[in-house]
């Protein structure tokens, strides 16, 4: 489902999936995994210190079939925060909502989470032939230059809105 509807076309082989289904078809999916440290460490400072870095989780995938209704994804996330506060493993949950694809994040204030500000822009690299995004594992052992003379272009984000849930 991620390679089919998400924009990034993946996800981690390491993050733990929760799917939704209707009339058993999968209609939709999410993933979520520890964040990088700087960002549960920027998530444990917004808490004022009532959260710890090491029990914030991030939802890092969310993808929902075009032909589902509005609903489906609020319905989807609902689950996914039961099931983390029903195990009582982490305190919080952190997503991002990317300005640079268009995405405003209304589906997350649409399921209670905190607007928690916008993270600096960042560069990245599009293949203009398919419009896709270049991975940044792809890119940290190549020049601008190399990037460039591969026919990418750079481009930089205007930053990505952070939101989160808490769940203690």
């Known amino acids: 489902m991620f390679r089919r509807w998400h924009y990034?076309?993946?996800?981690?082989?390491?993050?733990?999936?929760?799917?939704?289904?209707?009339?058993?078809?999968d209609v939709g999916a999410l993933a979520a995994l520890p964040p990088l440290r700087p960002c549960a460490v920027k998530v444990s400072e917004i808490s004022g210190g009532k959260v710890g870095a090491d029990k914030v989780i991030a939802l890092s995938r969310l993808v929902i079939d075009p032909e589902e209704p509005q609903n489906a994804?609020?319905?989807?996330?609902?689950?996914?925060?039961r099931?983390?506060?029903?195990?009582?493993?982490?305190?919080?949950?952190?997503?991002?909502?990317?300005?640079?694809?268009?995405?405003?994040?209304?589906?997350?204030?649409?399921?209670?989470?905190t607007f928690a500000g916008v993270t600096a822009p960042e560069p990245y690299w599009v293949d203009p032939s398919t419009g896709r995004r270049v991975s940044r594992k792809s890119t940290k052992s190549r020049t601008a230059r190399t990037m460039?003379?591969?026919?990418?272009?750079?481009?930089?984000s205007p930053g990505k809105l952070r939101f989160i849930w808490w769940l203690t």
Do not use: K, M, P
């Not at 460039?148 to 930089?156: D, K, N, P, Q, T």
């Open 83 to 113: 099931t983390l506060r029903r195990e009582g493993r982490w305190q919080a949950v952190v997503t991002f909502a990317d300005l640079s694809e268009g995405h405003t994040g209304a589906v997350y204030r649409a399921a209670n989470a």
């Open 8 to 25: 990034s076309r993946s996800s981690s082989n390491c993050a733990r999936t929760w799917v939704l289904r209707r009339a058993s078809v």
């Open 148 to 156: 460039s003379e591969l026919g990418l272009e750079r481009r930089v």
């Open 73 to 81: 994804a609020t319905i989807l996330i609902g689950a996914f925060l």
